[in-house]
């Protein structure tokens, strides 16, 4: 992102994607116009400060953003939802923690699997901590990659949608160290579960 950042002046984007939207209104384009919004909105989060602490409310409704992008680009082939108790609302998280995962479900999870495409997101209090479930009906991840994710352990060959994993799931333990814990749960053509349990504090 620094890099993005440093080769155009987001003002810039930010203006010309403001043009834009006021054109496709003019030619009550609306859908185009609410996809213009919310991919400005989703920018303007992710490259202001890509590594600030947010609230959980924050973050969610950039997802909320995120999702509606995914779904209005793949003609909404598949169903979600975000379910967060009110509790956690105000507690606050890294930002940008759950996009990889919600990525690999919509990108790779439903690839090539028939039926009804289903992602349910769940951020609830568990104990002193914030507990994220990210759940998907996709093809799964093979019992033995799932051992070996789960042991920090990813191949070097492995699949391209597996690198963002790994990624998200070492800037969790760098942001949170030993509190933090992630676990994959997988069957193949079946679902997979990500759970992940990030410590509450005043300042993430």
């Known amino acids: 992102l620094r890099q993005l950042t440093s080769q155009f002046d987001p003002h810039f984007l930010y203006n010309t ?29 992710g490259i202001n400060k890509s590594n600030a602490i947010v609230t959980v409310r924050e973050e969610c409704e950039w997802l909320r ?9 793949l003609k909404n082939t598949f169903e979600c939802g975000i379910h967060v108790s009110p509790e956690v609302l105000e507690w606050r998280v890294h930002k940008l923690l759950l996009q990889p995962f919600v990525e690999n479900s919509i990108l790779h999870g439903f690839e090539g699997k028939k039926g009804t495409h289903k992602l349910e997101i769940e951020l609830i209090p568990k104990y002193n901590s914030l507990q994220i479930v990210i759940w998907d009906n996709g ?66």
């Open 65 to 73: 953003q995120y999702l509606f992008l995914q779904q209005t680009r």
């Open 17 to 45: 994607l403001d043009t834009i939207n006021w054109m496709a209104i003019d030619r009550d384009e609306y859908e185009i116009s609410n996809s213009i919004t919310a991919l400005a909105s989703i920018l303007r989060y």
């Open 139 to 204: 093809r799964g991840i093979p019992d033995e990659l799932t051992e070996q994710m789960n042991q920090g352990i990813f191949p070097v060959n492995h699949e391209k949608s597996h690198i963002g994993m790994e990624n998200a799931i070492n800037r969790i333990h760098m942001y949170y160290g030993e509190d933090a814990k992630v676990l994959i749960e997988s069957k193949k053509e079946e679902f997979t579960r990500i759970q992940i349990q990030i410590p509450h504090r005043e300042e993430a």
